[in-house]
């Protein structure tokens, strides 16, 4: 297997392969574009068919780590550890600490968080062997509460530039999936005045939302195609293609769920169906603004805050380019990203959190 023959390599500065026979880690950290900061990202444990198949996602993963600082001008670069095994069986106390060791082997060229598999609680054993590791603040280990505040940033934004006013009073928002970041959400968007139409898979989920602000409930199957002002995708990725484009009866999409688009063509199949779409990444990256001030000195709340706040002036940006240009708004997303980590003169201008 050659890795620059990947499909899934995009110029990474560097993918380092760890082996620990004592614990039984096998892990692959790929860091992708350090030109912002040293790279951050979460490490994920999974039980991946091959090495191969863990190797794409850590490739992935770690290019869209890079992408999402770069847009919200972070100072950090993208990267992503991936670890073989089945979370439930085969993490101990030894493979996380060996997780440490390699990770500080690296010397702080990549900062390890939580992801799939690896909770806060495990990346506090981890920091036990590298200081190159940290978890989101705000709520202990939860990025979720400042994910959920900085997508409704996003949501804000499109409502402005859609609507000509960000007041949200009397607008309608579907918000597919109530979990962690939806279920937050729907308190900003009720407290701003919006009516909800809410769906989750979990019937107790939604009924509690629907019983909090009065939100109108709606088949898991509909929610995407409900005819609302705006959808917000909070469960699943890939929820666009052109079958269920076809079928939207909104004016704007801007949720939380990460990779909402199946394909590059999605995003140009929203905006010639004239659905403004906030490109995902650029309005779900709370939760990394919450770690990137976790792994500064002098954390506070407000500080994180007043940067997810600048999500509303970055994604009405991305808005107001597409317009004028007629392009996809994740075009015109990836484009301003790859400037921020490739052009040097956008390397300055990072929000005021500083780099660790
Ligand atoms: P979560 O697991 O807490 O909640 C997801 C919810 O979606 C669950 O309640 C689940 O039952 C529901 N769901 C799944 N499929 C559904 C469907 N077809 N219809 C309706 N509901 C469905 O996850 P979360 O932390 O709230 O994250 C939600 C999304 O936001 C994910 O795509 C995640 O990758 C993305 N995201 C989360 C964060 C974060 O800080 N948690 C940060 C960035 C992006």
Known sequence: MNV??????????????????????????????????????????????????????????????????????????????VVLGDARIAKTHALLASIGRAVDSLDGRYTVADDVGITATDVAVIAEHTRFACAPLMADGNASPATAFGTYQGILAAAAHVFGTERLEGRTIAIQGLGAVGAKLCEYLADAGASL???DLDDARTEEIVRRWRATAVPVDDILYASVDIVAPCAMGGVFDSESIARLRCRAVAGAANNQLANAEAGRALAARGIVYAPDYAINVGGL?????????????????????RIYATTLDILERAAKTREATSEVADRLARQRFRDPVSLSGAPSVTAA
């Open 289 to 309: 603004i919450d770690l990137i001030h976790a792994r500064a000195p002098n954390y506070q709340v407000s500080a994180v805050l007043e940067d997810c706040r």
């Open 197 to 199: 139409w809410v769906s």
């Open 4 to 81: 620059f023959d990947l499909a899934e390599f995009d110029e990474h500065e560097a993918v380092h392969v760890f082996h620990d026979r004592a614990s039984g880690l096998d892990m692959i950290v790929a860091v992708h574009n350090t030109a912002r900061g040293s790279a951050v990202g979460g490490c994920r444990m999974w039980p991946y068919s091959s090495g191969r198949a863990a190797l794409a996602d850590a490739l992935r993963l770690a290019r869209g780590m890079t992408y999402k600082a770069a847009l919200a001008q972070l100072p950090c670069g993208g990267g992503k550890a």
